[in-house]
């Protein structure tokens, strides 16, 4: 009789085993087509984007600096757009893998650099989502007011600082 609990119990595990392999490529497969799905409206907005850079660059005046700079602009996006349709998300990261290891330095820095650029451009998001319509008499009751209700919730006010006594 024990021989026939451990033979059914093995039975459940390698069923287990099954159908969790089964859930894990399931969940990898869904995974991957959102992924591409993602890639692929990526991909269409930065060619819209740079069909826009080329309108703009062809509206330009013909001695304008900045029509240059629009038009290459514009081609990178299309290169862009072209490459993720392309290589897709794998061939992305298996390039920025590559770049990583061969240069090391330069990933971290741009790395860096994309972080730095993302936190400015999220301050100012945050700063342009706030009320900027105020006077400064207006924002300083507000500050009064919060002063007081966080002194009303039982949080206790900072100690004024008092100057040193004249015998120390």
Request: charged share 20%; hydrophobic share 40%; glycine share 14%.
């Amino acid at each position: 009789m024990s021989a026939t609990a451990v033979e059914q119990a093995g039975a459940v595990a390698g069923e287990a085993r099954q159908q969790a392999g089964t859930a894990l490529r399931d969940l990898q497969d869904r995974m991957r087509e959102e992924a591409d799905s993602q890639v692929q409206r990526l991909s269409g907005t930065l060619r819209q984007w740079a069909d826009d850079l080329a309108g703009l660059a062809q509206n330009a005046p013909g001695d304008s600096p900045v029509r240059g700079v629009v038009a290459q602009a514009s081609d990178g996006g299309h290169r862009a757009a072209d490459y993720l349709d392309k290589n897709g998300v794998g061939g992305a990261l298996t390039d920025v893998q590559a770049f990583a290891r061969r240069r090391p330095g330069a990933f971290l820095g741009g790395a860096a650099l994309a972080g730095l650029v993302v936190g400015r451009i999220a301050k100012a998001g945050k700063k342009g989502a706030q009320p900027s319509s105020g006077t400064h008499a207006q924002t300083h009751q507000s500050d009064e007011a919060d002063e007081a209700a966080s002194q009303s919730l039982g949080e206790v006010a900072p100690r004024p600082q008092l100057p040193p006594h004249p015998g120390v």
